[in-house]
């Protein structure tokens, strides 16, 4: 079972930044996927940008552009840098790994609100 630690949320204006970061409890390596979902009040959960283990990343169009997700293998650490946020970013933030039996794991969340 991956134990995921999220942190780096937090309350910024329209146009500012945030950079989240997830912790992973085992090598990056050893995981299918892994990335972020954001649920906004009385949303969907929905898929913001994702990186697998063949290499590809995947971006919601909504948020291309303007957020990057990066690793650092050594630390089983994933990020998302988020520039140019817009007060429809507002979400709690969810770091999720996709195993390889295709079970997932979830992170505690982390609010990001952005102000107009």
């Known amino acids: 079972q991956v134990q995921l630690v999220e942190s780096g949320g937090g309350l910024v204006q329209a146009g500012g930044s945030l950079k989240l970061s997830c912790a992973a409890s085992?090598?990056?390596?050893?995981?299918?996927?892994m990335g972020w979902y954001r649920q906004a009040p009385s949303k969907q959960r929905e898929l913001v940008a994702r990186?697998?283990?063949?290499?590809?990343?995947y971006y919601a169009d909504s948020v291309k552009g303007r957020f990057t997700i990066s690793r650092d293998n050594a630390k089983n650490t994933v990020y998302l840098q988020m520039n140019s946020l817009k007060p429809e970013d507002t979400a709690v933030y969810y770091c999720?790994?996709?195993?390889?039996?295709?079970?997932?794991?979830w992170g505690q969340g982390t609010q990001v609100t952005v102000s107009s």
């Open positions: 999720y790994v996709r195993n390889f039996d295709y079970s997932d794991n």
């Open positions: 085992l090598s990056i390596f050893s995981i299918n996927a």
């Open positions: 990186f697998t283990s063949g290499g590809s990343t």
